[in-house]
């Protein structure tokens, strides 16, 4: 893969097609992933300061997919006991240690079965995550498993080779993440091309995961090949978001720090995140709503009345063209 065609979002503007539709309510933004179908083609990111179990319930409720985080390993048997109660559906991550092999186990013999389970490393083109994926499906066969992260074709494939049945793309591009600067590896600053070459290898949907910035972000994900796109920072700034507020010169704003950063280790060790803060926004449902009004713009500039009809639409490349001097 040397010397790939390389853009981002913001260098990269879709053709609009001509419309078909009445008004923008007439398309459809729902998107089918694994056993289910939701509202939008959008999870907020499995990071402790972005979903908790509050909002893992008001997210399934409303039609919403959510991944819950794996950073309070204890309490997720209770949390897959918790959503079925409520008949929601339970989707969890893991990691690939040991004792994780052991949760898979323990889920299994007490027939607590998550719908979706998410294996999250920084680096999942590994033996270890392979080796989960096939414990996972020879335990909890029914279960949804997406593997990640990943950043090439190669790793897509070997990935749905042994069993996954979605991978999640991006290595670096997160705006808590300094995996870039501390390695010198990933697909930060040309994830949206990363994507597409993964998308030519995948038989399987693919998350975009990081480096969204506006809402038009979900349609180019979408365009290339994305079926799903994970946001962090730009859901972490809300009323439900689990980061504290604070107050800077009469200004809101929440925490939002990365999955690999000291805040969340409790150690500087293989630190490749940081500790940020993220403007205030209100109601999550607000911005969801937007997102959905958007992306149903989207779908009429594209020239159809389905999500995946973005998919159909010719792009250019104009280098950093998004913003061109504007803002809002
Ligand atoms: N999307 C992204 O770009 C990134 C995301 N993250 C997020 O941060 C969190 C922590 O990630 P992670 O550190 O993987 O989780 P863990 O600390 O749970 O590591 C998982 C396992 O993988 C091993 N491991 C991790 N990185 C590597 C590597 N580069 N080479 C070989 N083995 C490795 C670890 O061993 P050991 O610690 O001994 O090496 C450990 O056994 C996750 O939520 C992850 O998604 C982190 C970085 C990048
Ligand atoms: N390199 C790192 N990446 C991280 C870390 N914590 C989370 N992440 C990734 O970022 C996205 C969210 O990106 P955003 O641009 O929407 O904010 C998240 O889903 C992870 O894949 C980290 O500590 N280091």
Not at 65 to 85: G, L, T
Not at 117 to 124: F, L, N, R
Request: proline share 4%.
């Amino acid at each position: 893969m040397n010397n790939p065609e390389v853009f981002d979002y913001e260098d990269i503007q879709l053709i609009p097609n001509k419309c078909i539709i009445e008004s923008r309510s007439e398309a459809d933004t729902s998107v089918k992933f694994g056993p289910r179908t939701f509202k939008i083609p959008v999870v907020p990111a499995n990071m402790e300061t972005v979903i908790n179990d509050d909002l893992a319930v008001w997210l399934a409720q409303n039609d919403y997919f959510y991944i819950m985080h794996r950073f309070q390993p204890e309490k997720r048997h209770a949390f897959v006991k918790m959503m079925h109660s409520k008949d929601l559906f339970a989707s969890i991550s893991v990691g690939v240690k040991q004792e994780e092999l052991d949760f898979i186990q323990e889920l299994a013999d007490a027939d607590d079965v998550p719908e979706y389970i998410t294996i999250d490393i920084a680096h999942g083109h590994s033996n270890s995550v392979i080796r989960m994926i096939q414990h996972i499906k020879h335990y909890l066969p029914a279960s949804f498993v997406i593997a990640g992260n990943v950043g090439t074709p190669e790793a897509v494939r070997e990935l749905e080779n042994a069993g996954a049945d979605a991978t999640k793309v991006g290595i670096g591009p997160g705006k808590a993440c300094i995996t870039k600067l501390k390695t010198g590896f990933g697909t930060g600053g040309w994830q949206l091309a990363a994507l597409r070459l993964c998308s030519k290898a995948a038989s399987k949907p693919l998350i975009a995961d990081g480096g969204i910035r506006y809402n038009g972000d979900i349609a180019k994900s979408i365009r290339f090949g994305a079926t799903m796109v994970m946001i962090g920072s730009l859901l972490a700034g809300h009323q439900q978001s689990p980061g504290t507020m604070i107050k800077i010169d009469g200004k809101n704003y929440k925490q939002y720090w990365g999955s690999a950063s000291e805040t969340q280790k409790g150690a500087y060790r293989n630190v490749e995140g940081k500790q940020m803060l993220v403007p205030y926004r209100g109601d999550i449902a607000d911005t969801l709503s937007e997102m959905q009004q958007d992306l149903q713009s989207s779908i009429s500039y594209a020239g159809g009345n389905k999500l995946m009809d973005i998919r159909l639409v010719d792009y250019v490349v104009v280098k950093n063209s998004v913003l061109n001097g504007d803002s809002y």
